[in-house]
Each structure stands twice: as C-alpha cells, then as structure tokens.
C-alpha cells in the first residue's frame, strides 16, 4: 500500500508539471487552475476505481482513516479536562519524558492542586505531596494499585493475578514472622549463592554490576521459598531474573507504540513474558502438587498451627500459609503455582564490617529481623532516597467514582498518583540533601522518640518508594532482611571497588516514569584474606 501512494504521488507531482507547462501560454489564474486541477484527479481517479486493486486500497485508507478519528474522538470525550483540570506537559526544549522537568513545572503552577499529565495515551491526576495521606487511605475497592498495573503497564494482561489477598497476607505476615527461624538457613543460602555467582576471586575479578547482583539475590531467595531442588535449578534462577526485564522491555515497546495499535504490539511484545511465566509454572507444578498432597495428609492429623510453623532446616511453608488463607475456590494447583511466580568509600565499608562483628555470634548474624544493623539499615535507605525507583507514588486506577478534597469527582477507571519528586532532595526533611550521608537516618534514630522511625522498611510520606497504607508493598520485610543477609556476607568475606578505568553507574528515566539502571556499568570483587 505504502508503494502504491508513493506511485500516486510521484504520478501526481509529473502530472501537474506537465499541465503547468502546457497552460503557461493560456494565462489562467490560480483559483481557475486549482479547478482545473482537481477535476483532472477526479477524471484519473474515476478511471482507476475501475480497477480492483484501487478499490481494495481506498477502502482500507477509508478504514484506517475512520479508526484514526474514533480512535481520537473517544479520547477526547472521555479527557479528564472536561472536569476543569489543566494538563502540564515537557516545556519546550525539553525532553519528552524528561518526568522531573514535567513535575517540576507541575509544582509551581499548581503547588495545592492536582493536575494532568499524559503517558502513551493515558492520562495521569497528579496530586501534590499533600494529598498523600488522603490517597493512601483510599479501600482498595474504589482505588487499585492492582487494578492500575493491569491496564497500564500490562495492557490488561494479568500477570499479578485479579485478587492476592491471600498472597498479600502470606508474605506481609506469616512469611515476616518465620524469618528470625530461618536466619540460619537464609545465611547459608547467601554464602552458597555467592560461591556460585561470583566463583573464586583472590584476585580482583570484573563483573557486570546489574546481573550479577540480581543473580546473587535471586538465588539466596529460591531455597526459601521453592526449596533446594529448584534453589539449586539453573533454568528456574534464569527465568526469574530473565522475568522482570522481559516485562520492562515489554512495557516500554508497549508504551511507545501508537494507541490504535497497542493491543496488537501488547499481544506480540509479552509473548517472550508468557513464555517465562509458563516455563516457570512448569518447573514449579511437579512441587507445589507433591507438597499439597502432603499438606492434605498432613491436616488429617495435625493442626493447622503445626502446619504453617516454619522450621529452621527447610523451606518456608508457603503451601501451608497460602491454603489456610485461600478461599475453598482458590484452592487449585494453578492459583497456588501463580502466586508463588509472582561503593567507593572503603571507611564506611570498615564501619559497617565493625557493626557486624559486634553482633554476630559464632560468625552467624542472630536469629531476629537484623533490627541489630542500625547502621546498614541507614546506609540502605540513605541509598534508596538517593536512587528513588521513579517521580511518582501511590498509583490507583479507580473502580468506582472517588471525591477527594482538592478535586473534582473523578470518574471511575480514572487513573491517579501522587507527586513524590521533590520529596528525597527536601532540604525541609533532610537538610543536606545534596549530599550523600550513609549515617544520616542512623543519627535521626538516636533522637528522642525517633528511635524505631526512619528504618529502611518504614512507610511514610517521606519514604515513598514502598507505598503506603492497606496496599503498601507485603514484601519490604523479606526484601530488606535478604539485603541485609547478603551485604553482610558480602563485606565479612569479600571485598569490592568499581574499575579504576571504569564509570560511576547512570540512571535513565523511563516513559513511564520509573527509572531505569545502568546495566553496562561493571564491579570488582576480591575474597577478603583471613587475618
């Protein structure tokens, strides 16, 4: 088709240059060979309609054209501008998706007020930092941070599922109390997962930064929660880091393209995610049956407090917790299998190293939440305040209408968020907030009434990146302690620099608004020498 128009044109552009030539002595005016003009297009086209080759490309023009203007009408129709709220888009010179230029403008225009920005052809209400409070304690049948993923990043897909309360529970409370039982085991799976990544390294040994460290994480966590057989499964420890980048390759293609043809490109560009999905349900379906059989006979002679009891020499009983939260229709091999898918500064190294050594116990860290490490839990939080994951917080796409105080009534399926940007530079909160403290919230914590606030997993206006409120994220706890588990190894029995010729990791901001690392930026590791 694309052929064909080029060929009309062409035959257009010969056509009038032929006739402008021709008439030249007969001095028509503009207005009598603009006429002229049309009616020999009308005469050609007339002829060529005989032809079916035409009738079939004007046909699919017609259609295309059609989609194009409905495509553009319902989205004007169902624009949140018809509710009075302005839209902030990039100012001139700037980036397109350049989110702290966009917010920024945001904020000074409209500082108590929510505001409009778009995203791939969906609109966005930002709200200012105040309403966090209001938004966090919108139910999540009215606003969903699930619901928002699923149609905008997901394109509808569910890969979160359509109702993880159960999962919810299972992780944000059964699996943080057995953690302290399992710091043990957990230990050892650091060590083991370390040994495998990195190898032996007396001597200095370049790795690539981004992989190597979501291999090691990765793998400290699969014992726990699958058990060692597939702890232990390279093809199972690949997908699950392959898992997250096929689903952020295939957001941002998703994103990009056109919105008349993104259900098409969603469909192609998260195969490569189903495909990982699929492979990974097939690793896991053989355990989770074999472990649903025993939990079946199990609960014939035990009680259910026995059953969901972690023990320290095996994985955590995630079957156990899940089928005593599930609803009796949720009670399904597939529900169970879907829901288990889902430094340059040596001194401070020292510091943490010293920390360390005060509280381990025969070279073991103690059996509690690691609540011990006041000085790592800062260092790690003063590095996500540092790095934020993106500019905004508290995505919910809304069920029902919702009526908050600076803002007109929103419509259901309305998309919101709130504006958090500003919030890991500001000097109201942290004072020097330029400058990169590693002790900074370990010194707030030795203030009066401060003591158990600003901890890495704490929820908050001013620690944004967890969320907040019945919908924060249920995984902080674990994710915490296994960072905690694997850093501690990490500095007890290695040591590590970035190249001397090499560069300081980037940061890119994504289409979407999260932010993206720098994965080409390669780390150095050496075995410490026993002294």
């Known amino acids: 088709m694309r052929e064909f128009i080029r060929e009309q044109i062409s035959t257009v552009h010969e056509q009038y240059s032929v006739l402008i030539d021709a008439i030249a002595p007969v001095r028509f005016t503009k207005s009598e060979l603009a006429i002229l003009f049309v009616r020999k297009i009308q005469h050609d086209f007339l002829l060529r309609m005989e032809e079916p080759r035409t009738w079939y490309t004007a046909f699919a023009a017609l259609i295309l054209v059609a989609a194009i203007v409905a495509s553009q009408l319902r989205a004007r129709t169902s624009s949140l501008r018809r509710l009075g709220l302005p839209v902030v888009s990039a100012p001139k010179g700037a980036a397109k998706f350049d989110y702290r230029v966009i917010l920024d403008e945001g904020a000074r225009r409209y500082p108590h007020s929510p505001y409009l920005i778009t995203y791939s052809g969906f609109e966005y209400v930002v709200f200012p930092p105040s309403s966090w409070d209001e938004i966090k304690r919108i139910p999540s049948t009215k606003a969903s941070t699930l619901l928002f993923f ?21 992780i944000g409370t059964d699996l943080n109390r057995a953690l302290p039982i399992r710091m043990k085991a957990h230990q050892e799976s650091a060590r083991k997962a370390c040994e495998s990544t990195l190898g032996s390294c007396p001597e200095w040994k370049s790795f690539r930064m981004y992989f190597t460290l979501q291999g090691i994480i990765a793998a400290t966590n699969a014992t726990g929660l699958v058990g060692p057989e597939l702890g232990s499964n390279r093809g199972w420890l690949v997908a699950v880091q392959a898992f997250p980048m096929a689903i952020v390759v295939a957001i941002s293609t998703s994103g990009l393209s056109p919105r008349l043809l993104r259900p098409l490109v969603t469909f192609f560009v998260f195969l490569p995610t ?258």
């Open 150 to 170: 699923t149609h905008v990043f997901f394109g509808g897909w569910r890969l979160l599922g359509s109702d993880t309360s159960a999962l919810h529970k299972a």
């Open 274 to 531: 189903w495909a990982l999905y699929w492979y990974m349900r097939w690793l896991l379906q053989p355990i989770v049956n074999r472990d649903l059989r025993e939990y079946e006979i199990a609960s014939q002679e035990k009680e259910k407090s026995e059953l969901t009891q972690a023990q320290p020499d095996k994985k955590f009983p995630m079957i156990a917790w899940l089928m005593s939260r599930y609803t009796p229709k949720e009670r399904t091999p597939q529900q169970v299998a879907h829901d288990f898918i889902l430094v340059k500064r040596p001194a401070l190294v020292e510091e943490l190293r010293t920390e360390l050594e005060e509280v381990l116990v025969d070279g073991l860290l103690p059996q509690s939440q690691l609540g011990e490490l006041k000085k790592m839990d800062s260092f790690m939080r003063e590095c996500s305040r540092f790095n934020p994951f993106g500019f905004m917080a508290l995505f919910r796409r809304l069920h029902t209408p919702v009526k908050l105080s600076n803002c007109p009534e929103l419509p259901a399926a309305s998309n919101i968020c709130v504006d958090i940007h500003t919030i890991p530079w500001s000097r109201e909160l942290w004072g020097n907030s330029e400058e990169f403290d590693p002790m900074r919230f370990y010194k707030l914590r030795q203030l009066p009434g401060r003591e158990q606030r600003h901890q890495f997993t704490s929820l908050g206006p001013d620690t944004p990146g967890w969320g907040d409120g019945p919908q924060a994220c249920p995984g902080r706890a674990f994710a915490g302690n296994t960072l905690k588990v694997t850093l501690a190894h990490m500095i007890m029995n290695y040591e590590f620099k970035l190249p001397d010729s090499g560069s300081e990791p980037k940061r890119y901001s994504m289409p979407n608004g999260s932010m993206r690392p720098d994965m080409s930026v390669r780390i150095m590791f050496r075995e410490r020498k026993s002294s």
